[in-house]
């Protein structure tokens, strides 16, 4: 082998491992979904709960399943505790009541940093409540 093939295979292996330490290095956040976190609050039997991980290159992946709604939506949106806000990921329903991130889900830069400060929550619309039944603070 020579110096120039030792050097790039070097380099090869270096950004490697780079791309292995982003994505080793997520957050798993456990998330608990109620009706009392929703704005205005809501009264409903319904709950649910899963766990959300950012990592460093701020990919999103991950599930929540609920129980006693009929969830027609899910978003994570973003917005501090006790405020609304726009959504920011579509979650994609399975048919066992279980939302899950789409492939390639990903925060801006701003989302991030809003994650960071615990400005992101979960919700689950339904049909009788349009804007959340049910919703869940993402705090890393």
Same mark, same amino acid.
């Given at each position: 082998m020579n110096r120039a093939s030792k050097l790039f295979g070097g380099t090869l292996l270096a950004m490697s491992m780079f791309a292995v330490s982003l994505t080793v290095h997520a957050e798993d956040v456990q998330v @608990? $979904?109620?009706?009392?976190?929703?704005?205005?609050?809501? @009264? @409903?039997?319904a709950k649910g709960e899963g766990t959300i991980s950012v990592a460093a290159d701020k990919s999103v992946t991950g599930k929540v399943t609920t129980t006693g709604v009929e969830g027609v939506a899910a978003h994570?949106? $973003?917005?501090?505790?006790?405020k609304n806000g726009p959504p920011v990921i579509t979650l994609v329903k399975s048919a066992d009541n279980t939302w899950s991130t789409p492939e390639g889900a990903r925060l801006t830069d701003e989302q991030y940093q809003a994650f960071k400060a615990g400005n992101l929550y979960v919700n689950?619309?339904?049909? %009788?409540? %349009?804007?959340?039944e049910i919703r869940g603070q993402l705090k890393p």
């Open positions: @608990t $979904l109620s009706g009392d976190q929703e704005v205005p609050a809501v @009264t @409903t039997a994570i949106h $973003l917005a501090e505790p006790g689950v619309h339904s049909a %009788k409540h %349009k804007s959340g």
